[in-house]
């Protein structure tokens, strides 16, 4: 397995640009929370419901991301817990209003990919992901890791 290193090398590579960068704070949380959204509203076995309404899709898929993240960086991992917790959080009370869940997890995730994608254009490479899919859970873990460099804490 690569190096969170390695990880943010490579993707900071087509994450430069300052507007590209910028976009990416706005629409990579709103893509994962509309990611979150979506799965949140597949119905779970009954037996998940049973034990909680929190054992989902959105919640075991949550999970299996955070195994990810601990297995690139403990550090980083401990951080994306309550980060996503949030995100996951926010899914609940957007699921209480009175629009479906679903309409508005679709509604972000198009809003939120045209951005990303404006700012690929700003930026003049493609989107990582293109190159590997992997790169689709290394965005949040990188604005992550990102506020840790600030911070001066190693990851």
């Not at 601990?70 to 996503?84: D, E, N, Y």
């Not at 926010?90 to 629009?99: F, G, I, S």
Request: charged share 15%; glycine share 6%.
């Amino acid at each position: 397995m690569r190096t969170a290193d390695a990880w943010f090398d490579e993707y900071g590579e087509s994450h430069r640009h300052a507007t590209n960068k910028f976009l990416h704070w706005i629409c990579v949380p709103a893509i994962v929370l509309s990611v979150m959204g979506l799965l949140w509203e597949i119905p779970a076995p009954r037996v998940l419901d049973e034990i909680s309404p929190w054992l989902n899709w959105a919640t075991l898929v949550t999970a299996a991301a955070l195994f990810y993240y601990f297995a690139i960086s403990i550090r980083l991992g401990i951080a994306m817990v309550p980060a996503l917790g949030l995100l996951l959080y926010a899914v609940y009370a957007l699921d209480q209003l009175e629009t479906p869940l679903w309409m508005l997890s679709i509604a972000i995730f198009v809003v939120a990919w045209i951005g990303q994608f404006i700012g690929h254009a700003i930026e003049g490479k493609r989107p990582s992901f293109f190159k590997d899919v992997q790169f689709l859970l290394i965005g949040p873990l990188w604005l992550v890791a990102h506020l840790f460099r600030r911070a001066g804490i190693r990851y």
